[in-house]
């Protein structure tokens, strides 16, 4: 079993999430440390998505609290939009802006949020673009890229902003099998690379690989929270073990 | 009918048809300049987040498009001065009272339905571009008018559009306030030359090259916001 010994980087105390009478996650608590790369896996309408987003209150927990280095981000007082800058977040369905080509895609947070200037953030883009092979595209606007390309992009652009994690939401699930590959080979740089990653996967093959540790959610709560080839190979509890068994 | 009596007719009296024009262009014009101010204003308080808004916007819009402009105008002009509402007579403008009726019932109705336009051209846009852009930290308004207003502009556009052709066709109808539009004219001429046939025939085609270009012109700015897409 390998120990994780990084500083804490997001703490989640009792989360509850309600959508009016359904209850969809109950009482999560967990930790994530820094350099960790954790999977959150789980049957479909388990609630993993909505934990993930809840990490950048995309949804609004219902009660409980997420700690994000050190401080309770659900507060009142506290800005989401400042801490927001230092979570990346990847989508299932990539959410590159339509009417901005690739480099403006790129460069519109950290010229406006982070008021870095224009060449400074183009040479970035640059230097990104090259790192998951699509230099050539930065004039590129979404509709003329595959699948596959515009993940790449979303994930560089959620880099640009150097966040201290990275949340990933079903990244490949609505790519074309063959794409799957060049975007989990990113990740999976990216996690060479030490950066701390929460993705919310059905790849098992990349959660029992390449993430430290995987979570089961199951019903809106946490079956299962271990490292990584531990769940895999003597998972414990009944639904885990028939979950694996339908999908491996 | 003949080709000839139709071209003595607009020879004769194209001073007649031409005034219409100008006065059926003024009242368009401002009816959709002032119907688009408002009728952004509406969709923003239909989508607002304070109820009272919201209930408001939505009862005006469901109010304005379930009437007919017929019923709106008329009161405008000739029901509300029995309750001691009136629109002043202006001295150095002619019929004012009447243009300021006709153009206020004109941009109160096409505001409930750009309000409408407004309203569906953004919430068409996918939510996932303003969740996309808010994980980045920007703010709700920074999102808005980044990423969500420019790709509902090319939703609202051609629609809008339609809106400004059926507000030139529709303004016909401010001829019933004496308003001496091109329909108003057109009636005129028919009046003098008992000839309403080639009459009618003229207007037809003077609106049709009305609204023809203005939904040309539409439809080139339409392809200046095509990001990139043919």
């Known amino acids: 079993m390998e120990e994780n010994n990084g500083r804490v980087l997001l703490e989640v105390r009792h989360l509850h999430k309600c959508f009016g009478k359904l209850t969809v996650l109950e009482d999560i608590n967990t930790t994530f440390r820094k350099n960790e790369v954790v999977s959150i896996i789980g049957p479909s309408g388990g609630g993993k998505s909505t934990f993930l987003r809840c990490l950048n209150l995309l949804e609004v927990p219902t009660s409980g609290e997420i700690f994000f280095d050190g ?58 673009l090259e790192r998951v092979d699509l230099a050539d595209r930065y004039a590129a606007y979404p509709h003329q890229l595959s699948g596959g390309q515009k993940q790449r992009i979303a994930i560089v652009r959620a880099l640009m902003m150097n966040p201290t994690v990275m949340l990933f939401d079903e990244p490949t699930s609505a790519l ?49 929270d271990k490292p990584s080839h531990e769940l895999f190979d003597s998972p414990e509890s009944p639904r885990l073990r028939s979950f694996l068994d339908k999908v491996l | 009918m003949s080709l000839e009596k139709t071209i003595l007719i607009i020879n004769r009296y194209s001073s007649f048809f031409l005034d219409g024009i100008k006065s059926t262009l003024i009242i368009a014009a401002f009816s959709v300049l002032l119907g688009t101010v408002f009728g952004t ?35 405008m002009f000739y029901g509300l001065p029995m309750a001691g509402i009136t629109f002043p007579d202006i001295s150095f403008i002619p019929n ?13 109705n096409s505001c409930a339905y750009v309000a409408e336009i407004i309203r569906s051209g953004i919430q068409a846009v996918d939510v996932g571009q303003m969740e996309a852009a808010r994980s980045l930290g920007f ?92």
């Open chain 1, 71 to 128: 401080v309770d981000i659900c507060a009142a007082k506290s800005d989401i939009n400042l801490h927001r800058q230092k979570m990346g977040m990847v989508f299932q369905q990539f959410n590159l802006f339509n009417n901005m080509n690739v480099m403006k895609n790129m460069t519109a947070a950290p010229i406006r949020i982070l008021g870095m200037d224009k060449e400074q953030a183009e040479a970035k883009a640059m230097e990104l």
């Open chain 1, 176 to 224: 074309d099998p063959e794409m799957i590959g060049e975007v989990l080979d990113v990740m999976k740089q990216l996690a060479s690379d030490g950066m701390t990653m929460i993705v919310v996967t059905h790849e098992m093959r990349f959660a029992r690989e390449v993430s430290s540790r995987t979570i089961f959610l199951e019903s809106g709560h946490i079956e299962e």
């Open chain 2, 41 to 75: 204003l509406m969709a923003t308080m239909r989508m607002s987040r304070i109820k009272p808004l919201k209930i408001l916007a939505t009862i005006y819009i469901e109010f304005v498009r379930g009437t007919p402009l017929m019923v709106q105008l008329t009161f």
């Open chain 2, 96 to 108: 004012f009272s009447r243009y300021t009726a006709g153009i206020v019932a004109m941009s109160m």
């Open chain 2, 139 to 230: 703010r709700h308004s920074q999102a808005m008018s980044m990423v969500i207003l420019p790709q509902a502009v090319r939703n609202i556009l051609p629609a809008l559009g339609n809106e400004f052709v059926t507000v030139i066709k529709e303004s016909s109808i401010v001829s019933v306030i004496g308003i001496a539009d091109l329909m108003f004219r057109t009636n005129d001429v028919i009046a003098l030359t008992y000839r309403s046939l080639e009459c009618l025939l003229v207007a037809a085609v003077i609106y049709f090259i009305l609204t023809f270009t203005s939904g040309r012109l539409v439809a080139l700015t339409e392809r200046k916001l095509s990001y990139g897409r043919k």
